[in-house]
């Protein structure tokens, strides 16, 4: 691990996905580039373009004719943003990686303070939010609940309110590589590969410029995605729900035999009935989203498809 007296005898690599992003992108530039100046320390910056269809890619190539040390991989259409992060990684060459989103919400001026912690020899730096500014109570409520399910019934111990801002060594980044899952949940991926690992902390800033590019379809599938990658909990869950549904049976039992005329003779059975159907449902339910990741991994498709390098 790099020795902190000898700060810029390394090389880091910034990978930053970027999807519709025309109205900040310069200044994504603009700041990434003033903190890499300001460390003194040899990098590149790798944008992936992941399918944008504003001026995204073109305002990148206009900035990279003025910065060698910029590199633009242009992916042939959306493949998420998870898989764009995949595809910078696969391509950077630094001692050590941040990856960091194009918004502007979290902010390169705590890049030093990941650096620092590599240095004094962590493999991975999460970079936790303390404060989320420009979210409204209710996104920050399901934002706070869904780590801590997650935290609770996964086989890994995830940290909460870490999105995929971080810093991660090179071997760590090789590991990574190796890691081609579907589904891909680098959050916890990069807490899954082990070594030692630690937290920073820091405000989130309001987006930059646009509109947030994660709806709330992607993000039940990113949801869906740690969930079934890092816990078998969904597939245990339909062992606890059938022994619910038999306790409630015996109750409705006891009910008929103790206050037999106390309600209509059809319809505990009518509610029997309702229940075990809705349970068997959801459990087919959970299995078939199980099988569907499976044939994905059959299939073997390419996680991105890169159009063009700059």
């Known amino acids: 691990m790099q020795d902190p007296s000898t700060s810029a005898s390394f090389k880091l690599s910034i990978v930053i996905p970027m999807y519709n992003e025309e109205q900040g992108a310069r200044e994504c530039v603009r700041r990434v580039k003033a903190v890499l100046n300001s460390?003194?320390?040899?990098?590149?910056?790798?944008?992936?373009?992941?399918g944008s269809v504003d001026k995204t890619l073109e305002y990148l190539i206009d900035e990279k004719s003025r910065d060698e040390k910029l590199r633009i991989v242009d992916l042939s259409r959306n493949?998420?943003?998870?898989?764009?992060?995949?595809?910078?990684?696969?391509?950077?060459?630094?001692?050590?990686?941040?990856?960091?989103d194009g918004d502007l919400q979290d902010p390169p001026e705590v890049f030093p303070r990941l650096v620092e912690k590599?240095?004094?020899?962590?493999?991975?730096?999460h970079a936790r939010r303390i404060k989320r500014k420009g979210m409204s109570f209710l996104a920050h409520l399901r934002a706070k609940v869904y780590y801590r399910i997650m935290r609770a019934i996964s086989e890994i111990d995830i940290p909460v309110d870490v999105g995929?801002?971080?810093l991660i060594s090179k071997r760590v980044c090789d590991n990574l590589r190796q890691l081609r899952e579907k589904?891909?949940?680098?959050?916890?991926?990069?807490?899954?590969?082990?070594?030692?690992?630690?937290?920073?902390e820091y405000d989130r800033e309001e987006r930059f410029a646009g509109v947030p590019?994660?709806?709330?379809?992607?993000?039940?599938?990113?949801?869906?995605?740690?969930?079934?990658?890092?816990?078998?909990?969904p597939l245990r869950l339909g062992v606890l729900l059938g022994a619910f549904c038999f306790a409630l049976c015996l109750i409705f039992a006891s009910i008929l035999m103790l206050w037999p005329a106390a309600t209509a003779s059809w319809t505990p059975a009518v509610i029997a009935i309702l229940f075990v159907g809705a349970l068997q449902l959801v459990c087919l339910g959970i299995i078939g989203e199980y099988l569907a990741l499976g044939l994905e991994h059959h299939r073997n498709r390419p996680l991105y498809i890169v159009q063009e390098e700059y």
């Open 39 to 50: 460390m003194g320390c040899d990098h590149e910056i790798i944008f992936v373009n992941d």
């Open 79 to 100: 493949f998420g943003h998870q898989a764009a992060i995949t595809a910078g990684l696969d391509r950077a060459t630094g001692d050590c990686v941040i990856v960091i």
């Open 118 to 125: 590599w240095q004094e020899g962590y493999d991975v730096v």
């Open 164 to 166: 995929d801002f971080r």
């Open 183 to 200: 589904h891909r949940y680098i959050r916890g991926l990069a807490t899954w590969v082990g070594y030692k690992q630690t937290i920073i």
């Open 213 to 233: 590019q994660y709806t709330f379809a992607k993000l039940v599938h990113l949801s869906m995605a740690g969930l079934t990658g890092f816990s078998k909990f």
